[in-house]
C-alpha cells in the first residue's frame, strides 16, 4: 500500500509537471505556430510570472519584497497581467524587426530577466528564491497521493480550458489573420489587415500565457529561484513544440508530455548508471536525448507529430450547400 501510495505521487507530480509544461508551450504555439514570432526568451516570461504571483501571495518576509497574501487565484491573474504587458512592450518595440533581430532581443529579455531575479535581493530575494509560496489544496499536503491528484485536476482543468478558448481563437477570424500574416504579409496588408497589430496581440496573448505556467508551476513546488529559469529551458519548450507539431495545439500539450517522459527518464537512467560524482558531469547526457529527439523528428516528420491541421471557416458548409443549390 505505501507503494502505491508513493506512486500515485510521483505520477501526479510527472503529470502535473507535464501540464505545467504543456501550457507554456501553448503560449508559445501562439507566438511561433500561429504567427511565426521567433521568441528565444520563453524562460524570461515564465520567470516573470512565477515572481509575480510569488511577491502577490507570500506572506510578509524580510528577505524580498511582497507581504501582499492575496489569494492564489489573484496572484495567477497578476501573473498573467504583468507578462502579458511586459510581452506587448517588447513586442511593440520589436516587432518591425525581422526574426533573427526578434529572437536576439527575446533572448537579451530573457537574461535580463534572470540576472534582476538573481541580483535584485530587496526585490526577489536574489540568489536564495522565494519560498513558502501558497500551494493549492495546502491542507493535503500531509497526504501526497491525494495533493497530487487534486493539484492534477486542476492544472488538467486549466489546460482544458485554455486549449478549448485557443481552439475557438485558432478557428476565429483573428486566428485566420495570424496565419495569413505568417504565410503572405502582403496579402494580408492587401486586405487592410495591420501585421504589427495582430502580431502584438498574438506576442501579448503568448507572453501572458507562459507568464500563467510559470505562475502555476510556483505554487505547486512552493519555492522559486533563479536558476530555474535559464535557458535550458527555452529550449526544452521549443523541442517540445517541434516534436508535438507547431501550429496545433494538441501536438503542444503531447509534445510537452513526451520530451518531459524523455527528461525524466533520462535523469533515471543517469542515476542508475553513473557513480555519483560523475551524475553532475553526466547531467548534460539529458540535453543531448532531447536533441536526438529533435534531429530524428526533423528528419522523419518535419511537421511534428501532429501537424498543422488545415483550419477553414465556419460558414463553408453553408457556402457549399449554396453553391450546389444553385446548380439543381
Known amino acids: 500500500m505505501p507503494d502505491m501510495i508513493g506512486l500515485t505521487a510521483y505520477a501526479s507530480f510527472f503529470l502535473v509537471t507535464a501540464l505545467v509544461n504543456a501550457i507554456a508551450c501553448l503560449g508559445l504555439n501562439v507566438q511561433w505556430g500561429q504567427t511565426g514570432l521567433f521568441n528565444v526568451g520563453v524562460a524570461g516570461f515564465v520567470a516573470i510570472g512565477a515572481y509575480t504571483s510569488a511577491l502577490l501571495t507570500t506572506p510578509a518576509s524580510p528577505e524580498h519584497l511582497g507581504g501582499f497574501a492575496l489569494p492564489i487565484a489573484l496572484g495567477w491573474l497578476g501573473a498573467m497581467l504583468l507578462a502579458g504587458a511586459i510581452s506587448a512592450f517588447v513586442g511593440a518595440v520589436t516587432l518591425r524587426l525581422r526574426s533573427d533581430y526578434l529572437a536576439i532581443t527575446t533572448f537579451g529579455v530573457a537574461v535580463a530577466v534572470q540576472l534582476v531575479a538573481l541580483n535584485a535581493q530587496k526585490l526577489t530575494g536574489g540568489a536564495f528564491g522565494i519560498g513558502f509560496i501558497p500551494r493549492p489544496f495546502e491542507a493535503l499536503a500531509e497526504r501526497p497521493a ?98 508535438g507539431g507547431s501550429g496545433n495545439n494538441r501536438g503542444a500539450i503531447f509534445g510537452a508530455g513526451l520530451i518531459w517522459a524523455l527528461w525524466s527518464v533520462s535523469g533515471l537512467a543517469i542515476g542508475a548508471f553513473f557513480p555519483p560524482e560523475e551524475q553532475a558531469r553526466a547531467a548534460a547526457l539529458r540535453i543531448v536525448a532531447i536533441g536526438l529527439a529533435l534531429a530524428a523528428t526533423i528528419a522523419l516528420r518535419p511537421r511534428g507529430l501532429f501537424g498543422e491541421r488545415a483550419t477553414v471557416s465556419r460558414h463553408l458548409d453553408d457556402a457549399n450547400a449554396m453553391i450546389t443549390t444553385d446548380r439543381v
Open 146 to 243: 491525494l495533493f497530487g491528484l487534486a493539484n492534477l485536476l486542476l492544472v488538467g482543468a486549466l489546460v482544458a480550458v485554455l486549449y478549448v478558448g485557443l481552439e475557438r481563437l485558432v478557428r476565429s477570424p483573428w486566428g485566420r489573420v495570424l496565419r495569413a500574416i505568417r504565410e503572405d504579409e502582403r496579402a494580408a496588408r492587401s486586405l487592410g489587415k495591420s501585421p504589427t497589430l495582430y502580431r502584438l496581440q498574438a506576442f501579448a496573448l503568448g507572453g501572458a500565457i507562459m507568464g500563467l505556467a510559470g505562475a502555476v508551476n510556483a505554487h505547486f513546488i512552493g519555492f522559486i529561484a533563479p536558476e530555474s529559469y535559464q535557458s535550458s529551458l527555452t529550449f526544452q519548450i521549443w523541442a517540445m513544440l517541434i516534436v
